[in-house]
């Protein structure tokens, strides 16, 4: 199995950003998928988006695609969420997740009941 951590959460103000981490441990880094998720209080987990197992290949979802940029470094087993231009809206605890990807190479999964393995999470507060 593999383990997650996340780290670079943090208060900022709108309008600025913060660039997060998931750092993994464990089995070969590259066969998994990995997948950004957030949980603010009193909602559901929301997917966020997800980088192939190459890296060539990301999905995000609408609300952040031009703001969140996902990359991944599987020589150093990371995967990094780069967000900027951040909005109150965007404050929530935020997950990284993994799971073997399987099938096409640019395989990407998208709900939370797919992944296999999570991190604990690190707070993102955006002030107005």
């Known amino acids: 199995q593999v383990q997650l951590v996340e780290s670079g959460g943090g208060l900022v103000q709108a309008g600025e950003s913060l660039r997060l981490s998931c750092l993994a441990s464990?089995?070969?880094?590259?066969?998994?998928?990995v997948g950004w998720f957030r949980q603010a209080p009193g909602k559901e987990r929301e997917f966020v988006g997800a980088?192939?197992?190459?890296?060539?290949?990301?999905y995000s979802k609408d609300s952040v695609k031009g703001r969140f940029t996902i990359s991944r470094d599987n020589a150093k087993d990371t995967v990094a969420l780069q967000m900027n231009n951040l909005a109150p809206e965007d404050t929530a605890v935020y997950f990284c997740a993994a799971k073997v990807g399987t099938g096409y190479s640019g395989s990407l999964y998208s709900t939370k009941e797919d992944y296999d393995y999570w991190g604990q999470g690190t707070q993102v507060t955006i002030s107005s």
């Open positions: 464990g089995r070969t880094f590259s066969n998994y998928v």
């Open positions: 980088i192939s197992r190459s890296g060539l290949t990301t």
